[in-house]
């Protein structure tokens, strides 16, 4: 096969890839996000546009390594009813239905900064919804709370989403140095988010009435919570010191198994293999696309477009990052555009910059992260949130948080 021919062959590769994935989002076609990844992979090894080693190089085992180690860490809180406890306690010490707002977007906010913000819809989404038909209280404002905070925190830390990991690995930023810059930025995005909501639900907050349930959550395991809680404090200490991410985070989980004293086939069950699957599948399928070049052509097409300074340059990538990562899908996204960060005039900043960029615009649409789809498609039997359900009040607040984002970034650096 002669070299056009094999990079005919991978664009054609990745496009039918990406339309599954695509199509799965879409309800249109049945093949699942890790299965259509996983099918990509194995064309482009079948169809020879890169040999089984190269495949095997082309897997970010870091970023896996860092996603495994975090899930076990969140698996361990689930099984001590940590969960079951924070649902409960948000809507036992909110006073109103405006405060409960408040509560559930600080609480996700807060944990998917420290946790993995799919991970965390995942394990809240089920107790949300329970917590609000008890309470009988409107759905809506309080599961886009949930999905836009998540989204919204985790862009504060390299281990917030599978994106920020990736960065990190590519970067070598440090935890520290990142969390620094990009800390502040979550916080007023959440202040954003709060106001929008507020403003936009205002009459349905005001007509809502919150009933604080009867009944408690399911006991907590304390032994169990206080060793996850310490290990997970060790963890992040490891992160600050500038420990490899991916080892300590699995240390972390590793450590846990041998503490806990807990089946391990409970903890093992609660993984997200399907998310590791579908990165591990696509690291190779956008390898075999960055082998032809493609990408680099189109930088060499739209470099223009950026500006010769650092300011203009940073300004416009967000908006470019914005837009490809809810064309293409953040970590896709991530993976391509990465090869392009040493060409701009400030490489440390614009790491920076597609961080918030592509993490912020994951609350443009339902299908701007897979975020937000755990926690339509879990709360579908109880309410129906859509398209435009959300996009009108996800547009507002992804303009004007990577707005307000990039201003105090680039004011702290």
């Known amino acids: 096969m002669n070299a056009a021919t094999r990079e005919i062959l991978a664009v054609v590769i990745f496009c039918v890839t990406y339309l599954l994935i695509s199509g799965r989002r879409l309800k249109i076609l049945p093949l699942n996000r890790p299965a259509a990844a996983l099918l990509g992979t194995v064309l482009m090894v079948a169809g020879g546009v890169l040999t089984p080693e190269q495949a095997y190089r082309a897997v970010d085992y870091d970023t896996l390594v860092l996603l495994l180690g975090m899930m076990l860490i969140s698996a361990y809180l689930s099984l001590a009813g940590f969960f079951d406890w924070a649902a409960d306690w948000i809507l036992r010490a909110a006073r109103t239905p405006r405060s409960l707002l408040l509560a559930v977007i600080l609480t996700s906010g807060i944990l998917s900064a420290l946790l993995v913000n799919d991970t965390v819809c995942l394990m809240l989404t089920p107790l949300v ?58 916080v007023v995005g959440l202040a954003i988010e709060f106001a929008v909501l507020s403003l936009g639900f205002r009459k349905t907050l005001a007509l809502a ?20 809680l310490a ?14 991410l991916s080892w300590t985070a699995l240390a972390g989980g590793a450590l846990l198994m041998v503490v806990a004293r807990r089946d391990t086939h409970e903890v093992l069950k609660l993984v997200d293999w399907h998310l590791l699957v579908f990165f591990a599948a696509l690291f190779v399928v956008v390898e075999g696309l960055n082998g032809t070049g493609l990408p680099d052509q189109v930088y060499g097409r739209v470099r223009g477009v950026f500006g010769a300074t650092a300011a203009s340059q940073a300004w416009n990538f967000a908006w470019f990052s914005a837009l490809g990562s809810n064309i293409f ?85």
């Open 231 to 244: 290990v997970l404090g060790l963890v992040f200490t490891g992160f600050v010191a500038g420990l490899n």
């Open 209 to 228: 009435v919150l009933h604080h349930p009867e009944e408690g959550p399911r006991p907590l395991d304390r032994r169990l919570l206080i060793a996850t």
């Open 129 to 186: 919804v329970t917590v609000m038909v008890r309470g009988k209280l409107p759905l809506p404002p309080y599961l886009l709370a949930l999905a836009m905070s998540a989204n919204l925190g985790s862009v504060a830390t390299l281990v917030g989403n599978p994106q920020n990991m990736i960065i990190g690995h590519l970067s070598r930023i440090s935890f520290l140095r990142f969390s620094a810059s990009l800390l502040p930025v979550a």
């Open 329 to 413: 899908s953040n970590v896709p996204f991530v993976l391509v555009a990465g090869k392009w960060i040493g060409h701009f005039a400030r490489p440390d900043l614009m790491w920076k910059v597609m961080a918030l960029a592509t993490t912020l615009a994951g609350n443009l649409t339902i299908l701007g992260s897979v975020a937000n789809i755990i926690v339509v498609e879990s709360a579908r039997g109880h309410v129906e949130v859509g398209f435009w359900d959300y996009a009108r009040f996800g547009l507002p607040v992804t303009i004007l948080t990577t707005a307000a984002g990039m201003a105090l970034l680039l004011g702290l650096n």
